[in-house]
């Protein structure tokens, strides 16, 4: 079995403007670079349509109509103060969501294994009817619903690894007993939520706040934690919002994690995956924005996809 690679031409579209740190190249940097590598157990794949019936599962239908008439024709234009939008935005925002239903997709018909998206926008600010943090629709929270309405899934679990809390996520699945949602996440920090306190309606919600500072060691130490919840609710299908901000080079954060963090992180999720679902796992890309950093740790990331296979 292989790796799917679900990316966008699209993604290259979204322009937020000069100086804007979710740019144009965070994605640019991960396609050119696994094309030069030329890994062969690799699936190259574009997203897929959406339905709005697919995007109403998880937004409501006047922020969806919202979204959609907010593209501007020319410039730029924004949902609120860090989301910048622009004519190429539309294309992208709805491909970003299309790419975890074309993963899901994947490995549900058995043409790999597990799969990456590496899109843009990110999503997992964005809650039902609101856009935040550079998200406009939450992709991560979508495809958990696609999971559980299309393929009946009754426990579907979203590891949240990127530096900031995904609070979209959090709210959509605040009292749905189907989903886990666990991040880590530096705090106090943007955008404020995630503290130990906010445990969902069934206690599906896990928050392991982080200081500033914190190393490898100490981050991949309290990670057991995340692996112990999955362990404890055994889902039957794992999503990733894989953000790589936690990096020590990133400017937009304060943990200290290493490329190789990476690896570890990714490798252990899919080893406790064995024991529930075969390693049914498809992640996305969330922030990071340093570029080589983001270059190199999305490809340890997927090297441990690509060797769990």
């Known amino acids: 079995m292989k790796t799917g690679l679900i990316t966008s031409d699209t993604s290259e579209n979204h322009d937020t403007g000069p100086g804007h740190p979710e740019q144009i190249a965070r994605v640019?940097?991960?396609v050119e670079n696994f094309k030069k590598l030329n890994n062969k157990n690799l699936i190259w794949k574009k997203p897929s349509k959406v339905s709005d019936d697919i995007l109403l599962t998880t937004h409501e239908n006047n922020y969806l109509n919202l979204v959609k008439s907010s593209f501007p024709?020319?410039?730029?234009?924004?949902?609120?103060?860090?989301?910048?939008?622009?004519?190429?935005?539309?294309?992208?925002t709805f491909d970003a969501v299309g790419s975890i239903i074309a993963a899901i997709d994947g490995v549900e018909k058995k043409e790999f294994k597990n799969a990456f998206c590496g899109v843009r926008p990110p999503g997992h600010h964005s809650s039902q009817n609101k856009a935040a943090g550079f998200c406009i629709l939450n992709s991560?929270?979508?495809?958990?619903?696609?999971?559980?309405?299309?393929?009946?899934?009754?426990?579907?679990a979203i590891i949240d690894f990127d530096v900031h809390h995904g609070n979209g996520t959090q709210d959509i699945f605040y009292e749905n007993e189907n989903v886990l949602f666990i991040s880590t996440h530096q705090y106090?920090?943007?955008?404020?939520?995630?503290?130990?306190?906010?445990?969902?309606?069934?206690?599906?919600?896990?928050?392991?706040?982080?200081?500033?500072?914190?190393?490898?060691e100490?981050?991949?130490n309290v990670f057991e934690h995340v692996l112990k919840k999955l362990e404890e609710f055994r889902p039957e299908f794992i999503l990733i919002s894989a953000g790589f901000d936690a990096h020590e080079d990133d400017p937009l954060a304060q943990f200290n994690l290493k490329t190789e963090d990476y690896f570890t992180i990714t490798k252990r999720v899919l080893e406790t995956s064995k024991k529930f679902c075969g390693g049914k796992v498809v992640s996305i890309l969330?922030?990071?924005?340093?570029?080589?950093?983001l270059r190199d740790s999305t490809k340890r990331h997927v090297d441990a996809l690509l060797e769990f296979n």
């Open 286 to 293: 969330e922030g990071g924005y340093d570029l080589n950093a």
């Open 73 to 92: 024709k020319k410039g730029f234009s924004s949902l609120d103060g860090d989301t910048i939008i622009s004519p190429g935005s539309k294309d992208a």
């Open 188 to 216: 106090p920090y943007y955008p404020g939520t995630g503290s130990e306190q906010e445990r969902g309606k069934f206690n599906n919600i896990f928050n392991i706040p982080l200081p500033a500072g914190i190393s490898s």
């Open 140 to 156: 991560v929270s979508i495809g958990a619903n696609y999971l559980l309405k299309k393929y009946k899934y009754k426990k579907v």
């Open 28 to 30: 640019s940097v991960i």
């Open 218 to 220: 100490e981050y991949l």
